[in-house]
């Protein structure tokens, strides 16, 4: 199939950008949308041109560095659906497609369709972790932890940071990703001596970026390719209500029940 591209072109992170028009002649529907990308770069670099720049890695929806808007979806059109797994026979032939980086105040864009992701890596570092003592691995059975409090933890850990979460909400929050994190954690026993610290530093830290706040518009959640629920908002703003009121009490909670 043939397929006519618009694509953001920006020189770099001050410059200005403006959409730029392409032909990409003989996609094969086995094509994931990268691959399509990668051809259209080669055409552009034997043409003595720039290539488009935009981030990968993985290519199988694990690493989260690939983070195109398509047509104006974080991801395209394909729900649970990472760029890298996106493939080509979900568009038909004579398409036109618009092409642009993630639209956000926290991820400046820094040339073409690749955008600064940092702010995510910061959000981690204030609380992202649990310190555990260092030694010989522990028994898998030394800990016994539910088995919902397992699945959900499993379903928040999912979050590769890609950042769809960001670019879909119309507030530019990254509750979605930060409720994620902070969730897979505070719900395993491992996560609860920080538990408290994790959210109110992690909150503070995502505020500090200033990303948008949540006024619950769910963008972001169909937005995420790894389904992500914005449950995990809300557990994220129960925690950090309930760790401000005993910091305020004086009395921080230490280690707390799962939940
Ligand atoms: S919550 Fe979903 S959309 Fe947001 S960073 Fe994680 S995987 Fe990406
Ligand atoms: S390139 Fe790794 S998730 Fe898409």
Known sequence: MNLTLHVWRQAG???AGTFVQYEAKNVEPDMSFLEMLDEVNEGLIQRGEQPIAFDSDCREGICGMCSLMINGIPHGPERGTATCQLFMRHFKD???????????K????????????????RIIAAGGYITAATGGARDANSILIPKTAVDEAMDAAACIGCGACVAACPNGSASLFTGAKISHLGLLPQGQPERDRRV?????????EEFGGCTWHGECQEACPKEISIDVIARMNRDYLKAVVMQRAGNGRGESGNG
């Open 13 to 15: 992170a001050g410059a």
């Open 94 to 104: 004579g398409d036109v497609i618009y092409v642009e980086p993630w639209r956000a």
């Open 106 to 121: 926290a991820f400046p864009v820094m040339k073409d369709l690749v955008v600064d992701r940092s702010a995510f890596d």
């Open 200 to 208: 109110v530093n992690m909150v503070a830290q995502m505020d500090e």
